[in-house]
């Protein structure tokens, strides 16, 4: 990657904040989702990349505390 480039990227990602790039996530997440060829794995997949931020963190809180 070109350095001025990656610069760029690199200031980008530090101002995003932690819900901007988990929905970067998620909609990278929908797209592999749309690849798969079987219809039920799809729809598994397409479920879970649905789930908000905050469910996100809720769980993730619930886990760390186990």
């Not at 819900?19 to 729809?43: I, M, S």
């Amino acid at each position: 990657m070109h350095p001025v480039a990656l610069l760029a990227a690199s200031s980008l990602l530090a101002a995003c904040t932690a819900p901007d790039l988990y929905t970067v996530g998620q909609g990278w997440q929908k797209e592999q989702c749309h690849r798969l060829a079987d219809p039920a794995e799809r729809e598994r997949c397409l479920r879970s990349s649905a789930r908000s931020y905050e469910d996100y963190k809720a769980e993730a809180g619930r886990a760390k505390s186990r």
